[in-house]
């Protein structure tokens, strides 16, 4: 893996912040990250937590290359860091590659849209079977 570079990140670390310029991605070798998102008026909440083999960072790939969520490591966390513009530039060169890479995070993405929709619909829907949370 000539981009990756190995990383090691204590718990309890602030990855990045939602909004944030994008230009980086991981693979998690080890460890658990929580994404979360603002809610004004109520702090953070946490919509899916990631660990081994999962991708941290998807933001990278399309403009506006910012955050769309926020990550902190629940543990010490191992993984694999590639530079977004690197990884951009290898796609231009090699099509399949991008193609297959761009199915993957497509995947990731609606993975990740699935989970921030139920838990946000858990934390904030009606009570009674739809979700367990009060109205807001």
């Known amino acids: 893996m000539a981009l990756a570079r190995d990383v090691a990140l204590p718990g309890g ?3 990045f912040e939602e909004g944030e310029e994008a230009d980086r991605f991981w693979i998690i070798r080890s460890g658990s ?3 979360d ?8 909440a946490v919509v899916e937590t990631i660990g081994a ?3 941290l960072g998807w933001s990278w790939l399309c403009p506006p ?5 926020a990550a902190e ?12 513009a690197a990884v951009h530039e290898l796609c231009a060169e090699d099509t399949a590659l991008g193609l297959s890479l761009v199915t993957a995070v497509a995947e990731t993405i609606g993975d990740r849209l699935r989970a921030t929709r139920t838990r ?6 009606p009570p009674g079977p739809q979700g367990s949370g ?3």
């Open 13 to 15: 670390k602030r990855i």
């Open 73 to 84: 490591t629940r543990d010490p966390v191992r993984a694999w860091e590639f530079d977004a």
């Open 33 to 35: 990250v929580a994404l």
């Open 120 to 125: 946000l619909l858990d934390l904030y829907g």
């Open 53 to 55: 083999g999962s991708l």
């Open 37 to 44: 998102i603002h809610m004004p008026g109520r702090g953070r």
């Open 134 to 136: 009060a109205a807001p």
């Open 65 to 69: 290359r910012q955050w769309h969520l």
